[in-house]
């Protein structure tokens, strides 16, 4: 019995929308086959797998169905939170999703699940990513103060969303956190965050999260530890598709 993660499967079953990157990186090439047939090796059915967001490319919800199946039919307990590409998941009607999918795939969203003593905490997170202003020698000079602003708002939403199901669990009696987001805890210019202070005052053993693609992009935020807590990058293209184990 193993906890599993890993993010970005972006699939595409029933929609034709790719992003330049993936057309053009190997790492995507029948990237789904590859993942099934790893999930099939690595996985036991009393395992759980927890998706970390950007699952499907379907903008809308009858264009996401087929992808949900395919995640649907992987071995194991499947936890899915939510990415900035998953159109199909109003946030304000998890349960309904929950309901509609109900026992395979689990929406963790404005609610905990767990796994052996641990409570697991998701949410979609947010960073500033720009766009930042370089000089002639590469140096971020300065970036755009009205997007900082509009993502600041985000930020302050996406927290208060964490903190809520943190509290949730804490008041049912769980003092062991996971904690899963989908954008990195921290941006190019950060060294912390309020996710990251979120995940010390809860004492969150692990931090899981993905959304950073490409080699470029792999070091954006925090790998390893980090003032006592576990950093996690789970983006499939970053794991070759091979998820991860988080805890036994
Ligand atoms: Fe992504
Ligand atoms: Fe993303």
Same mark, same amino acid.
């Given at each position: 019995?193993?906890?599993?993660?890993?993010? +970005? @499967?972006?699939?595409?079953?029933?929609?034709?929308?790719?992003?330049?990157?993936?057309?053009? #990186?190997?790492?995507?090439?029948?990237?789904?086959?590859?993942?099934?047939?790893?999930?099939?090796?690595?996985?036991?059915?009393?395992?759980?797998?927890?998706?970390?967001?950007?699952?499907?490319?379907?903008?809308?919800?009858?264009?996401?169905?087929? +992808?949900?199946?395919?995640?649907?039919?992987?071995? &194991?307990?499947?936890?899915?939170?939510?990415?900035?590409?998953?159109?199909?998941?109003?946030?304000?009607?998890?349960?309904?999703?929950?309901?509609?999918?109900?026992?395979?795939?689990?929406?963790?969203?404005?609610?905990?699940?767990?796994?052996?003593?641990?409570? @697991?905490?998701? =949410?979609? &997170?947010?960073?500033?990513?720009?766009?930042?202003?370089?000089?002639?020698? &590469?140096?971020?000079? &300065?970036?755009?103060?009205?997007?900082?602003?509009?993502?600041?708002?985000?930020?302050?939403?996406? =927290?208060?969303?964490?903190?809520?199901?943190?509290?949730?669990?804490?008041? #049912?009696?769980? $003092?062991?956190?996971?904690?899963?987001?989908?954008?990195?805890?921290?941006?190019?210019?950060?060294? $912390?965050?309020?996710?990251?202070?979120?995940?010390?005052?809860y004492d969150v053993k692990e931090v899981v999260y993905a959304h950073c693609h490409g080699?470029?992009?792999?070091?954006?935020?925090?790998?390893?530890?980090?003032?006592?807590?576990?950093?996690? @990058?789970? $983006?499939? #293209?970053?794991?070759?598709?091979?998820?991860?184990?988080?805890?036994?």
């Amino acid at each position: 019995m193993s906890l599993y993660a890993i993010g +970005d @499967l972006h699939l595409h079953f029933n929609s034709r929308v790719w992003a330049e990157s993936q057309l053009n #990186d190997p790492v995507w090439k029948d990237h789904e086959l590859k993942f099934v047939e790893n999930c099939n090796k690595l996985l036991n059915d009393d395992d759980t797998l927890v998706l970390v967001g950007d699952h499907s490319w379907g903008k809308k919800p009858e264009q996401c169905e087929a +992808d949900l199946d395919y995640i649907r039919r992987l071995p &194991g307990r499947k936890i899915l939170t939510r990415g900035n590409h998953d159109k199909f998941w109003d946030v304000n009607k998890t349960e309904a999703l929950n309901e509609k999918y109900q026992p395979e795939l689990n929406f963790l969203q404005n609610n905990y699940m767990t796994y052996k003593d641990y409570a @697991l905490i998701g =949410s979609k &997170g947010y960073t500033f990513e720009g766009p930042f202003y370089l000089n002639r020698e &590469g140096v971020i000079i &300065g970036w755009d103060e009205e997007k900082e602003l509009h993502a600041n708002g985000l930020i302050n939403r996406e =927290s208060r969303r964490l903190v809520k199901a943190f509290e949730m669990a804490e008041a #049912d009696g769980f $003092s062991k956190f996971i904690m899963f987001l989908h954008y990195p805890p921290t941006n190019i210019l950060e060294e $912390s965050s309020i996710f990251t202070q979120i995940a010390e005052r809860y004492d969150v053993k692990e931090v899981v999260y993905a959304h950073c693609h490409g080699h470029e992009r792999f070091h954006d935020s925090i790998l390893g530890e980090f003032r006592g807590r576990n950093y996690r @990058l789970v $983006s499939g #293209d970053y794991l070759n598709w091979v998820p991860e184990k988080i805890l036994d």
